[in-house]
């Protein structure tokens, strides 16, 4: 049986911390939502939205109901699921950080806690009230579904490497019956509404219900999207906005999902290093070695699965594992298992339903995908040989180009519109996110924001990372407001 596997960018930081054109609508266009007192109904959360650590604090959760079409403010009503950390300290307490930790499909639910857990620092907890969510449609927050079968769960949001042209016309067939799924499923009613402006719409009625004239904000990976979205439409609402590990500035769009191509190709060099100085995992003892590996790897595993993993899922477990550095021994083991013929050490997880479901309502309801087949062709084509490890994925044709065309506004573009609070922090071998996506969302920014590049791999950099000039840089703006007069990037540091 196929093992599951993503390359959904979700809630990557959580991943850390276990190893620890016409822009859209405006605010004019929406009802505009004013602070009251906090008028939410605080109580226990879910298990899984607190942190396992027995002495990390313990969140509150509540629901809040907000339009489906944000158009129609009194028309039909969601429910969104909302935790917070609140701060212990009502002198140092500044506002609430919204929060969430990528995407899309992913839950945010618990990632206040985990952040805690993880070692957000004490002057930041003192200083927020640190508010998580689960994004509209995932989770506990009215989920949508595209009744998908385990074998379609299993088959992941991940498209097979084509190696030709017929690759992608298979895939066609495959990516059709998603769409339609997705399309006439039970939830399919909110499909035209579940979108990344939509949510940080939702974001704003959770800063009015706490009563807040501002939030500040902290988002990473697809988060950090969310975030240049809800500071373009709310300049005004908008207090300190932390975006880390960017995504370009049409979001997950097809510009960045074939850009992960790239990033595979960015990282792998510090694996290869870190492989041929491991000569014990018999990988190679050079990083040439170690790169001639995984192309070896890749086609024998086409030929021949193991256990069920083909050469596309070790393409996938490969690129998953290079999100965190302290992976790199697990992955030099799950390559040995697989030279030597025997299963994965530690299999894929799981992937639920809602996660895929959400996953695909927002990607393909936020921007335009090609409709054609041969445009997807085309691009494989041209990816597999810019970037051979990966470019046969991410040129590949996904659910998106067969995506109804109901959508109801027009993407939102990231503007210089707005007040200069904007700190952008990127890892310069990211490859979930690579650095040339995140300079343009920089360039688009214009004054409105500063970029902080740490000179290291894997996907997430606060607090997770052990760059204490990027982390300390970071934490400075969120306790203080300060941020360096310009760009800075920040030296590898020992050990990295």
């Known amino acids: 049986m196929r093992r599951t596997l993503s390359l959904a960018l979700a809630a990557t930081a959580v991943a850390a911390a276990a190893m620890s054109g016409a822009s859209a609508a405006t605010p004019d266009t929406v ?96 200083s927020y009230d640190v508010i998580g969510f689960d994004p509209r449609g995932v989770g506990r927050s009215t989920p949508v579904t595209c009744d998908l079968t385990p074998q379609q769960k299993a088959r992941g949001n991940f498209p097979p490497y084509a190696h030709t042209a017929a690759d992608v016309a298979k895939e066609a067939s495959y990516a059709r019956t998603i769409a339609e799924q997705c399309a006439t499923s039970r939830t399919a009613w909110m499909l035209p509404h579940t979108t990344t402006a939509n949510t940080a719409r939702d974001m704003d ?51 960045s999902f074939r850009l992960l191509g790239r990033g595979m190709e960015d990282r792998f060099p510090d694996f290869a290093a870190y492989a041929a100085a491991h000569p014990e995992y018999g990988l190679g003892t050079t990083p040439k070695q170690v790169t001639a590996k995984f192309f070896e790897l890749a086609k024998r595993l086409d030929a021949e699965p193991v256990d069920g993993i083909d050469g596309t899922l070790f393409r996938g477990v490969t690129f998953e594992n290079l999100y965190v550095e302290g992976l790199m021994p697990q992955l030099a083991r799950e390559w040995q298992a697989l030279d030597q013929g025997k299963p994965l050490t530690t299999p894929p997880p799981p992937i639920s339903e809602n ?108 607090p997770f990372s052990r760059n204490t000039c990027a982390n300390n840089t970071v934490t400075t703006f969120l306790t203080n407001g300060q941020r360096p007069a310009e760009d800075l990037a920040c030296a590898a540091e020992p050990n990295e």
Not at 402 to 420: A, L
């Open 31 to 126: 009802t505009t939502v004013t602070a009251t007192s906090d008028t939410l109904r605080w109580g226990p959360c879910p298990r899984k939205a607190e942190s396992q650590n027995a002495d990390a604090p313990r969140p509150q959760c509540a629901t809040l109901d907000v339009p489906l079409d944000h158009r129609d403010p009194d028309g039909r009503q969601i429910e969104i699921a909302v935790s917070r950390l609140t701060s212990k300290d009502p002198s140092k307490r500044r506002g609430v950080l919204l929060t969430n930790p990528g995407g899309p499909g992913a839950s945010g639910l618990d990632y206040p806690a985990q952040l805690a857990g993880a070692g957000l620092p004490k002057d930041v907890l003192d």
């Open 355 to 462: 996660f895929l479901a959400g996953h695909f309502y927002v990607t393909c309801g936020d921007s335009r995908w090609p409709g054609k087949v041969r445009d997807y062709q085309r691009n494989a084509a041209i990816d597999r040989l810019k970037y051979p490890m990966l470019g046969g994925t991410t040129g590949n044709i996904k659910p998106c180009a067969f995506w109804p065309d109901n959508r109801v506004e027009p993407p939102v573009r990231i503007g210089d519109r707005g007040p200069s609070n904007v700190l952008m922090v990127q890892n310069e071998r990211d490859p979930g996110t690579p650095l040339v996506g995140a300079m343009k969302v920089r360039q688009a920014f214009g004054d409105r924001a500063t970029m902080v590049t740490a000179d290291q791999g894997g996907h997430g950099v606060y």
């Open 205 to 255: 009625r959770i800063r009015a219900a706490l009563g807040e004239p501002k939030a500040s904000y902290l988002g990473s990976s697809y988060g950090s999207y969310l975030g240049a979205v809800y500071t373009t439409l709310f300049p005004e609402r908008s207090d300190r906005i932390v975006l880390d590990s960017n995504m370009g500035p049409g979001g997950y769009d097809l510009a």
